[in-house]
């Protein structure tokens, strides 16, 4: 059974950073690739960004680009998501992703196999 467990998610002031971690066990992490989503109160869950199998391509979201950075570690079976210059409306829970078949569009578009639990960010002004 594959799990995805997020964990670095809490209460930060706007201006600040946080990094996300999310740690798979049961599967095969390498040929998985990677995303994170979030998902505000109100709305739905959108995309942030997704990595490749091996970490040499990336996509992130206009709404983030150039504050986060996603990158992976194939021996720790980690992804993370690296936020800086946070702001108010980054407030969300954060979910990790996986794609078994190794497609970073597809995670993208949020056709995923795996998802976890989620992560509390909270961006205070």
């Known amino acids: 059974q594959v799990q995805l467990v997020e964990s670095g998610g809490g209460l930060v002031q706007a201006g600040g950073s946080l990094r996300l971690s999310c740690t798979v066990s049961g599967g095969t992490f390498s040929i998985y690739a990677m995303g994170w989503f979030r998902q505000a109160p109100g709305k739905e869950r959108e995309f942030v960004a997704a990595i490749s199998q091996r970490g040499g391509s990336t996509s992130i979201a206009d709404s983030v680009k150039g504050r986060f950075t996603i990158s992976r570690d194939n021996a720790k079976n980690t992804v993370y998501l690296q936020m800086n210059s946070l702001k108010p409306e980054d407030t969300a829970v954060y979910y990790c992703?996986?794609?078994?078949?190794?497609?970073?569009?597809?995670?993208?578009?949020?056709?995923?196999?795996?998802w976890g639990q989620g992560t509390q960010v909270t961006v205070s002004s």
């Open positions: 992703a996986a794609d078994r078949f190794g497609s970073a569009a597809r995670v993208a578009a949020g056709k995923n196999d795996y």
